[in-house]
């Protein structure tokens, strides 16, 4: 009996183990067709201090020097739904970011505690107190946590650019 289930636990690991291999050969993915454009074409006509609008490109309306004109848009964008959900977008992103920079650096942590007990039979009364200090740190190995947080950072400078591009449009 113990030999046929020792050979019965063989063939089932070999059928396992079968089961993870590929009879596929691995080949290089096709090349992807080129445009003739490369990235240096493409910025090469870009102004040497980069293209972000300064804040006096983003306040246009007051190059016409009418206050009439700039309290209407300044109360559109104030009271417009979608400039109000982007700065709400900002908002998340941000914490998002500050949450996955905190991941990266060490949690401390401490607890205090007192148990009384009395028995009322012999009336003596007991505390037990008990203190506890932790330290807790995610080593990052792989750069996992790493990569997490600069993504952030990149969706933090997304929500940051739509927020503006509402606030033109």
Do not use: K
């Not at 946590?145 to 990149?154: F, H, P, T, W």
């Amino acid at each position: 009996m113990s030999a046929l289930l020792h050979r019965l636990g063989a063939v089932a690991l070999a059928a396992t183990l079968a089961g993870c291999g590929s009879t596929a050969r691995l080949t290089a993915p096709p090349e992807a067709p080129t445009l003739g454009i490369t990235a240096a074409d493409t910025f090469a006509a870009a102004p040497p201090g980069g293209t972000a609008p300064t804040e006096a490109d983003l306040r246009w309306w007051h190059r016409f020097n009418d206050p009439a004109l700039a309290r209407w848009v300044e109360r559109a964008l104030t009271n417009s739904p979608d400039t109000a959900i982007a700065r709400e977008r900002v908002v998340q992103a941000q914490a998002l970011l500050r949450g996955a920079s905190a991941r990266r650096s060490p949690l401390i942590g401490a607890e205090a505690a007192v148990d009384a007990r009395s028995r009322r039979a012999a009336g003596d009364r007991s505390l037990d107190p008990s203190a506890a200090l932790t330290l807790h740190w995610d080593l990052d190995l792989w750069g996992g946590l790493r990569q997490a947080e600069q993504s952030a950072a990149a969706a933090a400078l997304q929500a940051e650019d739509l927020a503006q591009a509402a606030r033109l449009s």
